[in-house]
Every structure is written in structure tokens, then in C-alpha cells.
């Protein structure tokens, strides 16, 4: 009988060794984002903004060309690669890193030193892909649509607070301190194992390190004040003093605000920064200003928003000094309040807001709907209100708000409106503890209102126009993708540096490996 044939293989072997001869040149083939990055820096970008931080011509050692380590931190950021440590390690074993390097394989020092220390240079190169962009025809000068990504930075938010909550701490850990030195003389005196010495003796010096931490601190910072319409102190942090604690839709971050402008034709970044505050209120001037001095600069246009450009954003960027200041300016400008849904008929009947966050939130997670204002009986001269149930309210504040316009507010009193028969009816979450035991019903009323212009209700009837309609309806096609882009496909989900300066010169280059992504998918490049 005959034996079954059996399989032949060609043998292989991992740890063997061989010599492969490799042309760098070849590895960065055109149509792809290497081969983009490595033309613009070689061909089209001045890299001689950076021969001013060098001068070691006579003395020292050879520094690696900026031009190298621009295309390796691009690339990385495209890969969504922060890390300096991990950048370097590429630069060892991946071959288009070694492409972009002609073998050289920076150390991670000097890649973290280079790009915290851009920040002098990264404008120039940002202006310089901006002409590339108008001179290649991707820039519409249309319509340009703004708006901020709130990420996490490099910065504990545990370490926040404002100086009388940052004494406390202090002195909460001056309590801890003594606590475990008796606690640690007590031990010596027992003569308990070493192990438990040695730990108590570690516990003292954290609590010591974190303690000299805030007092350093509190020695040598001054309070944060805020941008809002009536000043007062911020949280401070001390790990990081220039980012801040933001409500975002997943929960409070201590971080940045990375703000971006985008034009409509082919969403390229026209502007890009950094704030350290989670309100966008008062970014909107130094935003507009940045772009009309930056296209004036570079000679793409001398009057921006003269020339039929429309400016777009969302309501985070709507008040009435912004309004003022864009009526003012004479900028073609569609910005609409937040109740700008509400007054549109194409909205009426919905009781829900879109997307999945909010259509999947359980019954009772949702706000209720309660008993109007209207119904509440307000005597203005007498300045008394009485509630549906026919209970009188205290007085709880009087003063003006953010319009000019004199308002009342009222609150229930706690004991009657536990007991009250419409409870579940006047307050949104009737058996919550927060309800039940913090305060009763509140409500407010305007009763001198005033009567000068304003600027919002400017914008309110150019928003609320047809054209207006039409025009915002473009705004989320325009600049939420370049968020998806940078966020979702490069990896970018928080900064990983400190410092304003550092946070903005790292979104910038984000917003750089953007542009050069829409030259190379857009544009014409040099094959």
C-alpha cells in the first residue's frame, strides 16, 4: 500500500539574520500622507524660521534639522502618537518613520524639547499651509463655521479648588500629618514590625510632599477671576493654573478648549487655538480678530469679512456683547441664542432633542415638565409673589441681569412646599433629596424690562429669517467632521502637555496634520 504524500514547506526562521538594503525614497510612495508631509517640508515650507533658536556653528554639537523632526512629530500626531518615548521607539523599528528621518532616530528629549519649545514658530508654519491651501484653490472665503472641543489635559482636576478650598485642604492634611506621627510614635513605643514603620513613614512624607505642594502654591499664585458677566474667582489647579474645570456631555474635565475655524469648501482650519476656560462667550472677538489679521498678513485678503464672507456658530458663542460687537464690525454673522429651536416650526411638537444621548436616557432621568411662571400671580410694586397653591413666596433676590432687564426672584418656602397637594406637579424631580430638603420652588420675573436695543434680538431675526435658517443648517456638515477627524481618527482624546502656550502650540499641530491631509486628498502634489 502506498504511503499519503505529505506536505512540503520552505523552512523559516525568526531569529536568523539578514542584511536588507532599503532606499528610504521609495517608502514614501505619492497619495499617501508620508509622502505629503515629506514634499511640503522639502519643497514648499521656509523651515529657516527655525534657524534662529540654533546657533552652533562654531561650537557643540550637530543638531538634528527641524525639517527632520517636524516630519517625524506630523506623522506621529497622524497616528495618533503623543508620546515622546513612543515616538523615538518608532523612529527605531518602523520603517516609514526611518523613511521621514533617513535613518536617524532622535532621542525623546530632544522630541519633547522641539515640540514644547514651537510655539514661536508654529504661527508661521500654520500661515504658510494656509497659502499653500489658497494658492491650490481649497479655500472658499464663504462661509466659515466656529466652534470649541472641550478634551482633558495633562492636569489632575483632584488638585482644583479656589484658595479658601485649597486652605482647607491644606489644613485637612496638616491634621493627617499629626494623626500618623502620633500614630507612629505610638508604634515605636510598641515596637510594632518594621514593615508597619517603614509604611506610616512613607504615608507621612506623601501627606508632607502634598501639603508643601499647595503651600507653594498659595506662596507664589494670585486668584483666578473669571470672564462672566459679573467677575469672581475661578477653581485655580495646581498642577496646571491655565487649563480649567469644564462641564462636558460625559462629565466635569480639567482641560482646554480647543477652538477651531473652518472653511465651508473644503473644511480646511483657518484658525486654531487654545483656551483655558469652558465658557466660549468671550473667545469669539480674539477668534474673528486672529483670522482677519492673519489673512491680512499673508496677503490672501485685505478686508475679510467685507468681501461676502459669512461667519456661523453655535449657541455657546451667543451673548449680547458678542452680538454688539459683531453689529458693530459690520460681520455677516448667523449666531443663534438657545431658544432659537423653540421658535421654529419645523421643532414644534418635539419633545425630545436629537441624538442618541439624549433619545436613550431612561423616564426618569428626562426633565419633567412643571407648572409655568405664568401661572404663578406676581403684584411687581408690592414685589410679592403667591404660588398656584395660594402660598405667599419669600423675596430672594432682586437685581438685574446680563440684558439690563430688573428681575424678581422668588423661592417657595421648604416646610410648605414638602406637604404642598401639586409637589410632583411645580417641582421637576419632586423625590429627589436635593428637592426635598434643599429649597422649594423657584421662579423669576422680569418687571422693569429694558427698552434699548439689543443686539440679540438683532440676531434673533436674522437667525430666525429663511436665509438664516438655510445658512446655520450648514454649520454642523462644516465643522463637527474636522473634530471627528482629529478627535476619532487621530487619536486625539486629551492634550498631553501643561501650560496654555504648550496646549495650544499641540493643537495647532493637530490642526496642521488636518490641512496637510486635505493638500494631499484635495490639492496637487508633485509626484
Not at 430688573?406 to 410648605?416: A, N, P, T
Not at 487619536?491 to 502656550?501: H, I, P
Amino acid at each position: 500500500m502506498k504511503e499519503p504524500l505529505m506536505p512540503n514547506y520552505k523552512p523559516y526562521n525568526y531569529a536568523q539574520m539578514e542584511m536588507v538594503v532599503i532606499n528610504y525614497q521609495d517608502q514614501l510612495q505619492p497619495g499617501t500622507f508620508e509622502y505629503a508631509i515629506n514634499y511640503l517640508i522639502e519643497e514648499e515650507l521656509d523651515l529657516s524660521i527655525f534657524d534662529q533658536r540654533y546657533n552652533n556653528d562654531q561650537a557643540g554639537r550637530p543638531a538634528y534639522h527641524p525639517a527632520i523632526l517636524l516630519k517625524v512629530i506630523l506623522f506621529a500626531y497622524s497616528k495618533g502618537i503623543t508620546s515622546s518615548r513612543e515616538i523615538e521607539s518608532c523612529c527605531r523599528y518602523h520603517i516609514i518613520f526611518q523613511a521621514l528621518t533617513c535613518g536617524a532616530a532622535p532621542h525623546f528629549t530632544t522630541i519633547a524639547h522641539f515640540i514644547s519649545t514651537l510655539s514661536a514658530e508654529i504661527e508661521g508654519l500654520f500661515e504658510q499651509i494656509l497659502l499653500i491651501c489658497d494658492a491650490q484653490g481649497l479655500l472658499g472665503k464663504e462661509l466659515f463655521a466656529i466652534d470649541g472641543c472641550k478634551m482633558s489635559s495633562n492636569a489632575s482636576k483632584e488638585w482644583s479648588g479656589t484658595f479658601e478650598e485649597l486652605k482647607q485642604k491644606r489644613d485637612k492634611l496638616r491634621g493627617l500629618i499629626r494623626y500618623h506621627t502620633k500614630a507612629h510614635q505610638e508604634r515605636d513605643r510598641r515596637q510594632d514590625t518594621k514593615e508597619d514603620q517603614v509604611r506610616t513613614e512613607q504615608t507621612i512624607q506623601t501627606l508632607k510632599k502634598h501639603k508643601e505642594k499647595i503651600d507653594s502654591f498659595l506662596k507664589t499664585q494670585i486668584p483666578r477671576i473669571g470672564n462672566g458677566k459679573r467677575p469672581k474667582e475661578v477653581k485655580s489647579n495646581i498642577t496646571d493654573n491655565e487649563s480649567a474645570k469644564m462641564k462636558t456631555s460625559k462629565g466635569t474635565i480639567q482641560g482646554y478648549n480647543g477652538v477651531a475655524s473652518a472653511d465651508s469648501k473644503h473644511q480646511i482650519i483657518v484658525d486654531a487655538q487654545a483656551f483655558g476656560e469652558g465658557q466660549e462667550h468671550h473667545t469669539l472677538a480674539p477668534v474673528l480678530e486672529t483670522i482677519e489679521e492673519r489673512f491680512r498678513k499673508i496677503g490672501i485678503s485685505e478686508e475679510l469679512y467685507q468681501e461676502n464672507l459669512i461667519v456661523t456658530a453655535d449657541t455657546g458663542f451667543a451673548n449680547e456683547a458678542n452680538m454688539k460687537y459683531l453689529h458693530e464690525h459690520d460681520i455677516d454673522a448667523y449666531i443663534p441664542d438657545n431658544q432659537f429651536r423653540q421658535r421654529d416650526d419645523r421643532f414644534t411638537g418635539q419633545k425630545r432633542k436629537y441624538g442618541k444621548r439624549n433619545q436613550d436616557k431612561p423616564k426618569k432621568d428626562r426633565v419633567l415638565a412643571v407648572i409655568p411662571s405664568s401661572e404663578f400671580h406676581i403684584d411687581a410694586e408690592r414685589k410679592r409673589c403667591v404660588c398656584p397653591a395660594g402660598e405667599e413666596m419669600w423675596l430672594k433676590a432682586e437685581k438685574d441681569d446680563g440684558y439690563g432687564n430688573h428681575k424678581l426672584y422668588f423661592e417657595g418656602r421648604l416646610s410648605k412646599c414638602r406637604t404642598c397637594a401639586l409637589l410632583k406637579q411645580c417641582m421637576r424631580n419632586p423625590d429627589s433629596p436635593k428637592d426635598r430638603k434643599g429649597h422649594g420652588r423657584q421662579v423669576s420675573f422680569i418687571v422693569n424690562r429694558d427698552k434699548r436695543v439689543k443686539y440679540t434680538d438683532w440676531m434673533k431675526k436674522r437667525v430666525d429669517s429663511e436665509k438664516g435658517k438655510q445658512i446655520y443648517s450648514k454649520r454642523m456638515s462644516i465643522v463637527e467632521p474636522v473634530f471627528a477627524n482629529i478627535g476619532s481618527t487621530k487619536g486625539l482624546n486629551r492634550f498631553s502637555l501643561r501650560g496654555k502656550q504648550k496646549v495650544d502650540t499641540q493643537w495647532k499641530l493637530y490642526c496642521l496634520v488636518h490641512n496637510i491631509e486635505k493638500i494631499n486628498n484635495y490639492g496637487c502634489l508633485a509626484a
